[in-house]
């Protein structure tokens, strides 16, 4: 994955995140690319009738972070015998921090573990959803328990065309930049690659109601003919200008899966037993409204393996440096 040379990773204490920063060392090394490890503490708020910022808060703010620098240092210090790393302490409302650190500084990729949500039936918490929806550029959530290598990537694109001529462009490319993520991760880790595009035919159980079972098949067929003719087209298109002996190697396997993606994507995931998602999750794009698709969101709070959320062209984050 050359294209990341600036890599953000978000730590907290512990040997939970020894997955998240081992990978983040193991890319930097690799790419030849800056790493910074952060951790975040909250802003301390000052008591009733006391001034913002006083001399009680303001010295306990520095012995927090203070600590936390400590702590941070002795978990980097075992990697830094194989590359250069910057630490840094993070002070406010995580996600905010780590945005703003991303637009400060230019990094082209978080990577961190999700948060600690034990009440929760779902791997990801408030934190990381804000981080998804929010973050300009990719955020590779890792699982505490993820294996050093991945066994199996999933590949999670939509190749429809029923779209605006502007949004199926950026869709096209965010397509391209999911596979090529994917099968840079597959090949470093000789993992399996798989791709999938969920389809539906639209107006399909309307039809049912009052036209004749074989031209409601005949209709279905055609729409399933188109799609698999698309995620085709688009396998050659990335083929022809990342290389074929890539893909060859790999071998991706496709699966073309009829219903809503909300509920094929996370059943295949776990019927594939995927270490990785790579998936979008914008659903339009140069508006600061739209932050999420409904779909992303609600296979993200599906799945239970890491996954890497990436933006398309164009994408402008809410979040903005001034607090």
Not at 95 to 107: A, K, P, Q, S
Not at 209 to 220: A, I
Request: proline share 6%; net charge negative; glycine share 6%.
């Amino acid at each position: 994955m050359k294209r990341f040379k600036d890599i953000l990773c978000v730590v907290e204490a512990g040997e939970a995140c020894e997955p998240a920063l081992e990978r983040a060392v193991t890319l930097a090394e690799n790419n030849h690319a800056s790493l910074t490890v952060v951790d975040v503490t909250e802003r301390v708020v000052t008591g009733i009738g006391k001034p913002e910022g006083g001399p009680i808060s303001a010295d306990l703010q520095a012995a927090m972070v203070g600590v936390q620098a400590q702590v941070l240092e002795i978990l980097v210090n075992p990697y830094r015998k194989r590359i250069k790393i910057k630490t840094k302490v993070l002070v406010g409302t995580p996600f905010l921090e780590i945005i703003r650190e991303v637009l400060h500084n230019g990094r082209d990729l978080v990577i961190k573990i999700p948060e600690t949500q034990d009440w929760l039936d779902r791997l990801f918490g408030s934190d990381d959803m804000h981080l998804l929806r929010k973050c300009p550029c990719p955020v590779w959530l890792i699982k505490p328990q993820a294996p050093k290598a991945y066994r199996c990537i999933l590949a999670a694109v939509d190749v429809g065309d029923d779209y605006p001529p502007a949004e199926l462009e950026s869709r096209r490319m965010l397509n391209r930049r999911i596979l090529e993520i994917a099968s840079s991760l597959a090949l470093a880790d000789f993992a399996e690659l798989h791709v999938v595009h969920a389809w539906y035919a639209v107006g399909e159980s309307t039809m049912r109601m009052r036209t004749p079972e074989e031209q409601v098949t005949d209709y279905v067929e055609q729409v399933g003919r188109h799609h698999a003719a698309s995620l085709n087209a688009f396998l050659h298109d990335v083929a022809s200008s990342q290389g074929q002996d890539a893909l060859d190697f790999l071998k991706p396997r496709t699966h073309l899966v009829k219903g809503w993606a909300r509920k094929e994507i996370p059943a295949l995931a776990k019927r594939i037993e995927a270490d990785l998602i790579v998936m979008g999750t914008v659903a339009r794009t140069g508006v600061p409204g739209f932050i999420m698709g409904n779909t992303a969101e609600t296979i993200l709070n599906q799945i239970d393996c890491s996954v890497l959320a990436i933006k398309p062209p164009g994408f402008i984050t809410p979040v903005t440096l001034e607090g």
